[in-house]
């Protein structure tokens, strides 16, 4: 059954409404009324599209929108950003309390399992909460604030969670910008290296470099936060090429020490539309002698659906160069894998969300258990990220998944000690 959205929900058709709807009532939020904007990460256990049919899909919408009906007021309003993410707007509430409410009868809601066709579609939702004016006092400022906390909800494992002091997160964004030009002209970035093994052999196969924000500044910056603040300020195409630069005079080192080991760099979407990204990364090579064949690059699943046409021949171009090639956090980004056979690709890397959830969450162990299938299907090797636990290394083993990373094995570490890391790594190995 199709239903009359715009007449019957609260859903609204844009993005950019939502936006203006939303800078109207932080606009009256003062006098003792606050709008509360939440930030819903539904976890639907079917996002993946190979697993689903797009009619299935819109129905699941549908269905979502109904059931949200009956525990909105009027006034409340919510936007679906992706399949698997929704905003909603709370305005003109007396309290807080008043929003923690809503969210409370929301996630009763999502807690009853949706039925879609002959599949049963279940949630494992989490919500960040912000206030306007208490923690932002602009739409993007008080997204972004519900945005940190539905993240933070994410990583504790909890159903909700409400926007902590403005000083955490507010005040960051401007100071921000300005210290990471500084901490990029100084070039004071630094690199941390972390193993992938191969799960058969236990052999350490490549590593991963990961940036890291500089351990003796005042401020402290989560990577991902690093990230997103060059991106959004332009400044990521500089960021990479000092990631860049550090990777290879480590490979460099490594080589000279006798280890020769591929190193993979992850390289952010906004890259991507770079036009002289193939002569960029050539000419960083050449600098240091480094060929090709030594260096992967790992992309977002994200990333690559953007722009497909030009996406496909920029990989071409750079597997022709001789880069290796990595899908990363697959499973978050609803392509099917059938689609993303078209991209000249080496390895799949699986979300460690679903990683994490798989020996709790018996869909996350089927969403794992297809991947790793469809991917085998294509003659493509899997890696898992995000290995933490022993029994989550004996079930990826069952599911015959090829490398993983993780914790268990090795958290990300400076690049002088990788080559006495092996050996012991190695030594250990052969005597179990
Ligand atoms: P990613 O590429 O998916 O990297 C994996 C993330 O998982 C890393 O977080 C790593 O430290 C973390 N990780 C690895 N094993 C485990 C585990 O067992 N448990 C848990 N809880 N986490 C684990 P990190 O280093 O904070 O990086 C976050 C993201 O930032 C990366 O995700 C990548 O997308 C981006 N990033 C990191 N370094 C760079 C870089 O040099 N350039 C660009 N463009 N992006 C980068
Ligand atoms: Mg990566
Ligand atoms: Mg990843």
């Known amino acids: 059954m199709t239903l009359p959205l715009t007449e019957l929900t609260a859903e609204l058709a844009s993005l950019s409404e939502f936006l203006a709807l939303l800078e109207c009532e932080i606009s009256r939020a003062d006098n003792g009324a606050s709008v509360a904007v939440l930030v819903l990460s539904l976890r639907r256990s079917d996002r993946i599209n190979a697993l689903m049919l797009p009619s299935h899909a819109q129905e699941a919408r549908q269905l979502f929108s109904r059931r949200m009906q009956p525990i909105l007021r009027d006034k409340d309003k919510f936007v679906f950003v992706s399949e698997d993410e929704c905003w ?9 309390a008043l929003a923690i409410l809503a969210v409370h009868r929301l996630l009763n809601e999502l807690a009853k399992p949706f039925k879609v066709a002959s599949q049963t579609i279940f949630f494992s939702p989490s919500i960040g909460i912000a206030c306007a004016p208490m923690h932002g006092q602009s739409a993007v400022s008080l997204l972004r604030a519900a945005d940190i906390a539905q993240k933070n909800a994410w990583r504790d494992n909890h159903q909700f969670v409400l926007s902590r002091a403005l000083e955490e997160h507010g005040a960051l ?15 004071r970035l630094e690199m941390r290296y972390q193993p992938k093994v191969a799960l058969r052999e236990r052999k350490i196969v490549s590593v991963e470099a990961l940036v890291r924000w500089p351990f003796d500044h005042a401020l402290k910056v989560e990577t991902t936060m690093l990230i997103d603040t060059a991106e959004r300020y332009g400044l990521i195409e500089l960021l990479t090429m000092r990631v860049l630069n550090q990777v290879l005079a480590q490979y460099v080192a490594w080589k000279n020490d006798g280890l020769d080991i591929l190193v993979w760099v992850n390289l952010s979407a906004r890259l ?11 000419r960083a090579l050449a600098i240091w002698g480094v060929p090709a064949s030594s260096i992967g690059l790992e992309i977002t699943e994200s990333a690559l659906i953007h722009d497909i046409e030009h996406t496909t021949s920029l990989l071409f171009e750079l597997k022709a160069m001789g880069f290796h090639l990595s899908i990363d956090d697959f499973g978050t980004g609803y392509s ?5 056979r078209r991209f000249p690709i080496d390895e799949l890397k699986i979300d460690r969300m679903f990683i994490h ?8 162990e089927q969403i794992v258990q297809s991947i790793i299938g469809l991917a085998h299907n294509f003659g493509l090797p899997v890696v898992a990220e995000g290995v933490e636990e022993e029994r989550t290394l004996k079930a990826l083993e069952q599911l015959g998944c090829d490398q993983i990373q993780g914790y268990l094995f090795a958290r990300p570490m400076p690049g002088d000690q990788l080559i006495a890391w092996c050996r012991d790594f190695h030594q250990a190995q052969g005597s179990t």
């Open 173 to 187: 964004p401007e100071n921000l910008l300005t210290v990471l030009e500084e901490v990029l002209d100084a070039n």
């Open 272 to 282: 991507l539309s770079h036009e002289q990204l193939p002569q960029v990364l050539a």
């Open 88 to 96: 909603f707007i709370l305005p003109r509430l007396a309290s807080e």
């Open 357 to 364: 959830g798989m020996t709790e969450s018996i869909q996350d």
């Open 336 to 340: 099917s894998l059938a689609y993303l």
